[in-house]
């Protein structure tokens, strides 16, 4: 199944710690939701923090409509 990897940006000088915060909580949530092998991670890109959810196509309705990410992008196979 072709993998997706969603994206949450964080602005500020607490953007680190935030957006390492909200990974725990998405990986709470992969949890709840039966998300198997759910991928976070954060990203440091020109002055913001990206939170990274990387996971199978199968679940992109649920982080679609429940986490609203702010983009996402199919990952080659």
């Known amino acids: 199944m072709p993998t997706l990897r969603f994206h ?5 000088p607490d953007a680190k710690l935030t957006a390492e915060h909200f990974c725990h ?3 709470e949530f992969c949890e709840a939701n ?7 991670y954060t990203t ?13 196509e199968k679940h992109m309705l649920v982080v679609r409509d429940r986490l609203r990410p702010r983009r996402a992008e ?4």
């Open 34 to 40: 039966a998300i198997a092998d759910p991928r976070t």
């Open 74 to 77: 199919r990952l080659a196979e």
């Open 25 to 27: 909580h998405v990986e």
């Open 44 to 56: 440091m890109v020109q002055g913001r923090c990206v939170a990274s959810l990387e996971c199978d």
């Open 8 to 12: 949450w940006d964080f602005l500020g």
